[in-house]
């Protein structure tokens, strides 16, 4: 059973620093892997899809790196902004494209 | 871009009633849809998975006789809660995968709340 840990749970960071988010899984038989951001009380908003076949993804200050051999994913997110506070969540694919979440990042960016 | 729907937004009942909750994909067939449970602070846990004309398949410990999931057409699946209890009440978000854009991306609804009192 695939298991999903995000590290670290809540980050506090000053507006217009670099960070790093983690994600690490125990099952690296995955077909994809995303990144998503959700808003207090809301739905997910999807923010990059790495393909199995991949090893990183970018779009605009965001870049996320898969590494299955490890089992690792990292979000990268350059020069934080407060609109990026919410909570961060990596979900893993599998065969039948349900997806299997991490407990997330609460990401707060101080203006 | 794709956009998922889902009615009600919130919904409070009392307890031993049923509750149905819609999930609609507006602009894109989606001939799978998931259903997800959120609980508070907790991250989203897959109650199941709902094809459109076949049965929907259930997550091991989620009762199919509780949360009936009906997907009747490619745009719309909907989620029975029976006979709701207090432990019910959670955050209810679905997901619709875009067949036929041959992607793997999943699009997510902006969730319902349900209170059970």
């Known amino acids: 059973k695939q298991e999903v840990t995000q590290i670290p749970a809540a980050l506090s960071v000053p507006e217009g620093e670099n960070l790093v988010l983690n994600c690490s899984f125990t099952d690296s038989a995955i077909y994809n892997l995303q990144w998503f951001r959700q808003d207090p009380g809301k739905g997910l908003t999807s923010l990059l899809l790495i393909q199995s076949s991949q090893r990183e993804q970018t779009s605009g200050r965001l870049n996320a790196s898969l590494d299955k051999s490890s089992g690792r994913s990292t979000l990268y997110i350059a020069a934080s902004q407060p609109g990026d506070s919410a909570t961060y969540l990596c979900?893993?694919?599998?065969?039948?494209?349900?997806?299997?979440f991490g407990s997330g990042t609460q990401l707060t960016v101080l203006p | 871009g794709a956009v998922v729907s889902q009615h009600p937004s919130w919904v409070i009942c009392k307890s031993g009633t049923s509750v149905k909750i819609e999930c609609r994909s507006l602009?894109?067939?989606?001939?799978?849809m998931f259903w997800y449970r959120q609980f508070p602070k907790q991250s989203l846990m897959l109650m199941a998975t709902s094809n459109e004309g076949s049965k929907a398949t259930y997550e091991q410990g989620v009762e199919k006789d509780k949360f009936l999931i009906n997907h009747a057409s490619l745009t719309l699946s909907t989620l029975t809660v029976t006979s709701a209890h207090p432990e019910d009440s959670s955050f209810y978000i679905c997901?619709?995968?875009?067949?036929?854009?041959?992607?793997?991306?999943?699009?997510f609804g902006p969730g319902t709340r349900l209170t059970v009192l």
């Open positions: 602009d894109f067939q989606a001939t799978t």
């Open positions: 979900a893993l694919g599998g065969s039948a494209r349900q997806l299997t």
């Open positions: 997901s619709a995968r875009a067949s036929e854009w041959g992607t793997d991306t999943q699009y």
